[in-house]
């Protein structure tokens, strides 16, 4: 089974930026690995995902122009850059494997279709 590990998390200023990492045991580059944040008494929900073959991304409305997701300078790791962080971005985040391809229409980023969640990072933003 894909194993997972986040890594990164922190305690930031509102308005700065953190990058987190996503390392993974050996995945074919077809499936999507997805970020997601879970905040206290929420649901988790996803932040972004992005399928390594052919770099195709999908973002939450409230983190898209702020927050990046790519591969990573190694092979088995993708990152999540997280600019102009606001307090309401606090959360553990997690990465997971997901799917190949999501039916026309679906969202990518319901947490229902991922599996192989990591432990997670914390990410705190408070001045």
């Known amino acids: 089974q894909v194993q997972l590990v986040e890594s990164g998390g922190g305690l930031v200023q509102p308005g700065e930026s953190l990058t987190l990492t996503c390392t993974h045991s050996?995945?074919?580059?077809?499936?999507?690995i997805g970020w997601f944040r879970q905040s206290p008494g929420k649901a988790r929900e996803g932040v972004a995902c992005?399928?390594?073959?052919?770099?195709?991304?999908h973002y939450s409305d409230s983190v898209s122009g702020r927050f990046t997701i790519a591969r990573g300078s190694e092979s088995n790791t993708v990152i999540l850059r997280m600019n102009a962080l606001k307090p309401e971005n606090t959360g553990v985040y997690f990465c997971?494997?997901?799917?190949?391809?999501?039916?026309?229409?679906?969202?990518?980023?319901?947490?229902?279709?991922?599996?192989?969640w990591g432990q997670g990072t914390q990410v705190t933003v408070s001045s």
């Open positions: 992005i399928r390594k073959l052919d770099l195709d991304t």
């Open positions: 997971a494997k997901g799917p190949q391809r999501f039916d026309a229409g679906a969202s990518a980023l319901r947490s229902d279709d991922y599996e192989s």
């Open positions: 050996p995945m074919a580059a077809i499936y999507y």
